[in-house]
């Protein structure tokens, strides 16, 4: 059958070498056959060769099949594979084409058909099945003109059968054929599920056909210019309404994300180009750009979106939502939050829909509300993908079909032998598919309903409520609360998508008022959500710990019906960052500014120094402080906090967590966790305070991407002042700009140790401040680092102060510090620690 597997593939190898260059940026294919079916030589296509069928025929059953070639047209289409439907294989009988498969895993099998005359036999008259051992690939099928048909099959066998079956009284053919190594990452193991939302998992055990492979916005991308030799065909004809879309273009923009998408996932002429809706110059907006494909009911389609933002001047301004069909599959996506604030990044999500009952599907993009974001929306690319159905097929003739040959009743036999045992194997999997998600549901009830504040071993005492079931708080610690999850509906107006405030990794944080009136933050969880159960236990059992003036107090949470919902105080001015730049709210001034970041950095000394361990923060933004009505600030979003070293220890070894522009350089190279990586990254907040601009901006020129990078240059040229905010010019008294540099400055230094602790930071807030409303009479120049060491050990302890009164601590302070007037900046330090 093989003139030996191994010469065989390593000749296939040798020819096809120009092949590889079309994988050079991208994937390598371990195995990889290309066969010019019918044809007497080799055919060039592209960079890539096709050997002529006489070497292919030692890959058959039976190779005395029938070579014909197309001697009534010169080409079957324009495209560059034209010289593939020139000639044609027919099959008169069952035949397998037989592959040697050096490695195991997803196989692309890509069959290439176009019906002409050879002599006796009109090609459009075949009838026939592909098939391999588990998969059905085509059944009963009539290529009435060009067809491609591409599929994917996980291999796991060492090798892979592909045969050839012609209905009875007809034949087979085949133009081309290739079988071609997948990369690992193009099709992951579990997708999101819709009808009913949720997670599917299983998809590696899926064969699957390509049905539409669509770039949005953008013109058609031939095979030649994909790593994976893929063609994307524009979306104009399956627009519902194509004056609702504009298409833009900015290839050239396009980045590809470590541990993300990758070139082969989808080529830059497809992230570059994008449909968007057509909404300049109307902020009133409101419709949504629909596509409308043809599919086949009764079958389970893996939907692919690609998403890339090159629309956006800056991060958190494109807020939209994304359909399939009528369900609301991405509500509220924000890009930029999947993409660490980079734009321009490649970001794709897979979908898989329910067997459809309409041979419509429908997709459709939308503005969202959220943040009063201008309406617009984006699609970059799409694939859809047929799965499988239960009897392993891809087409609605779930059996391969009798052909014509000897011996095709004994196929019978066995095809209805087959059939009764995939019958009985199904019945068996149904039922132990819904024993193992009992079994499942049961564990994760189990581990969902946990009451983390029993931590002392105290009772819980049930709180007044109209709630028949209460809400319950550990007598151990009466700071946290379990709310009923109907308490929670009629707090948010049963979610009310209109009372949305913003949305973070976890999910959606909605505006809600309790029954007794106290207005609440209500962050849900969404499943889909990189963030879960491990965030959601933290942040509890986080908060349920602290109680601080500058930390967000923790009202309550609920975890019914596999919710994961925290209920927060509320913060009637929102963000810091909102204030700075992006969502128009109004302007701070210096003063305002200073003390934000002295209330923010109260709140992470006392993260860092009021226990015996240290809980270092590990998310440390200007989106996680937030503002209560008296603009006093306030750390929030514990999700990622971890509890610090041992005292015998320097640093917590942990998986680099955080968000991009703000994570320590250190503690990314060497994933090793200490409270200065929670230093460094206030640092970036603070300049990011001065010069209120986004962390990462990629459309700015690329020496002012970084907003660390960049201050840095101007500080250490002692120019900072020519990169403050435009609303600050002219207020900043020069010696208070100075301070609040030279703070920055340090806290950005590379390495952890050169970094002062939060104490000290706070220390410098506070003399900056003082310099601005010029209440120390000393030259500044004097009371730099000198006093400031003199004086870190006082801060440093504070926290431990709260049982002297205030008079007493203004005593001994003003005489430990030798006549400097700051007796005033260390009693309002006390009086703001103290519970």
Request: hydrophobic share 40%; with cysteine.
């Amino acid at each position: 059958m093989m003139m030996g597997g191994g010469s065989f593939k390593l000749f296939i190898c040798v020819l096809l070498v120009p092949y590889f260059a079309c994988f050079a940026s991208g994937f390598t294919p371990a195995d990889m056959y290309l066969i010019d079916c019918g044809s007497p030589t080799n055919t060039t296509v592209g960079d890539r060769v096709f050997m002529a069928d006489n070497l292919a025929s030692q890959l058959l059953s039976t190779p005395e099949n029938i070579l014909a070639n197309n001697t009534s047209a010169n080409s079957a289409t324009s495209s560059g594979d034209s010289a593939l439907y020139q000639t044609a294989r027919i099959f008169t009988a069952t035949t397998k084409y037989t592959f040697s498969i050096s490695q195991r895993g997803r196989h692309w099998i890509r069959l290439y058909f176009y019906p002409f005359v050879y002599r006796n036999y009109n090609l459009s008259l075949a009838n026939f099945s592909v098939s391999t051992p588990n998969y059905v690939l085509l059944g009963n099928f009539n290529p009435a003109g060009l067809s491609f048909k591409e599929f994917s099959v996980n291999v796991t066998s060492s090798t892979l059968e592909i045969t050839m079956t012609p209905f009875k009284n007809s034949f087979a053919y085949l133009n081309a054929l290739e079988v071609v190594s997948v990369p690992d990452i193009l099709i992951t193991d579990d997708a999101a599920s819709v009808n009913p939302p949720g997670s599917f998992q299983g998809l590696m055990r899926q064969a699957l056909e390509t049905v539409h492979r669509v770039n949005m916005g953008g013109p058609t991308v031939s095979f030649e210019n994909d790593t994976l030799w893929r063609t994307w065909i524009p979306d104009q004809s399956y627009l519902v309404q194509v004056n609702l879309a504009d298409n833009v273009s900015n290839i050239a923009s396009v980045k590809y994300p470590a541990g993300g998408a990758t070139i082969d996932i989808a080529p830059p002429s497809v992230y570059g180009t994008a449909a968007k809706m057509r909404s300049e110059n109307d902020p009133t907006s409101n419709f949504n750009v629909t596509w409308e494909f043809t599919v086949d009911p009764g079958f389970q389609y893996l939907v692919r979106f690609h998403f890339c933002d090159i629309v956006s001047k800056s991060p958190n301004q494109l807020y939209f939502n994304v359909y399939i069909n009528s369900w609301n599959v991405v509500p509220n996506l924000d890009l930029s939050t999947r993409t660490l604030g980079i734009l321009a990044t490649a970001y794709y999500m897979d979908f898989v829909m329910a067997s459809a009952d309409s041979s419509k599907l429908r997709v459709s993009i939308g503005p969202s509300p959220v943040n009063n974001a201008y309406p617009n929306a984006i699609l970059n690319g799409l694939e859809i993908m047929k799965m499988n159905n239960s009897a392993g097929s891809l087409s609605k003739v779930a059996s391969v079909p009798s052909s014509s040959r000897p011996g095709s009743k004994k196929n019978v036999g066995v095809i209805a032998g087959v059939s009764i045992g995939a019958s009985v194997a199904v019945v068996m999997a149904v039922i132990l598919f819904f024993l193992h998600r009992r079994r499942k549901m049961e564990r994760l009830r189990q581990s969902k309903t946990w009451i983390p504040l029993s931590i002392n071993g105290g009772t819980s005492h049930t709180m007044g409520s109209k709630y028949s079931n209460g809400t319950t708080v550990s007598a151990g610690s009466n700071l946290s609360y379990r709310c009923p999850f109907a308490a929670v509906q009629e707090a948010t107006n049963n979610f009310d998508e209109s009372w949305v405030i913003g949305i973070g990794g976890f999910g959606k944080v909605y505006k809600g008022v309790l029954n007794d009136g106290t207005k609440v933050a209500v962050k849900r969880g969404n499943p889909r959500s990189q963030q879960g159960l491990a965030e959601f236990r933290t942040e509890i059992e986080m908060l349920s710990q602290f109680r601080h003036r500058h930390l967000v107090s923790l009202i309550g949470y609920c975890d019914e019906k596999n919710e994961m919902i925290l209920i927060y105080e509320y913060m009637e001015n929102g963000t810091l960052k909102g204030h700075l730049y992006g969502l128009g709210l109004a302007s701070l001034s210096w003063k305002e500014r200073l003390e934000i970041c002295i209330g923010a950095a109260r709140g992470l000394h006392y993260l860092h120094t009021g226990y015996a361990k240290a809980v270092i923060h590990r998310d440390v933004k200007s989106a996680n402080i937030l503002l209560d009505e008296n603009l006093m600030a306030k750390v929030a979003d514990f999700g990622l906090s971890k509890t610090g070293p041992e005292i015998d220890q320097t640093h917590v070894s942990t998986a680099v967590k955080g968000s991009f522009g703000y994570l320590d350089p250190e503690y990314f190279r060497r994933q090793q966790l200490t409270e200065k990586s929670d230093v460094y990254s206030f640092g970036v907040v603070l300049f990011e305070v001065l010069c209120a601009r986004p962390v990462i901006d990629p459309s700015l020129p690329r020496e002012m991407v970084n907003l660390a990078e960049w201050a840095m240059k101007w500080q250490k040229k002692g120019q900072l002042e020519q990169i403050i905010d435009a609303n600050l010019a002219g207020k900043i008294r020069p010696d208070s700009l100075r301070k609040f540099g030279e703070t920055a400055e340090k806290c950005l230094a590379d390495f952890g140790v050169d970094r002062p602790s939060v104490g000290d930071v706070l220390w410098n807030l506070e003399y900056a401040l003082q310099l601005q409303e010029a209440v120390l009479h000393n030259d500044p120049d004097e009371n730099s680092t000198n006093v400031i060491g003199d004086l870190s050990p006082l801060v440093n302890d504070y926290n431990h102060v709260d049982v002297v009164s205030d008079a007493q601590f203004e005593m001994s302070s003003a005489d430990d510090l030798s006549g400097v007037s700051m007796s005033r900046v260390f009693s309002q330090l006390v009086k703001s620690e103290g519970r």
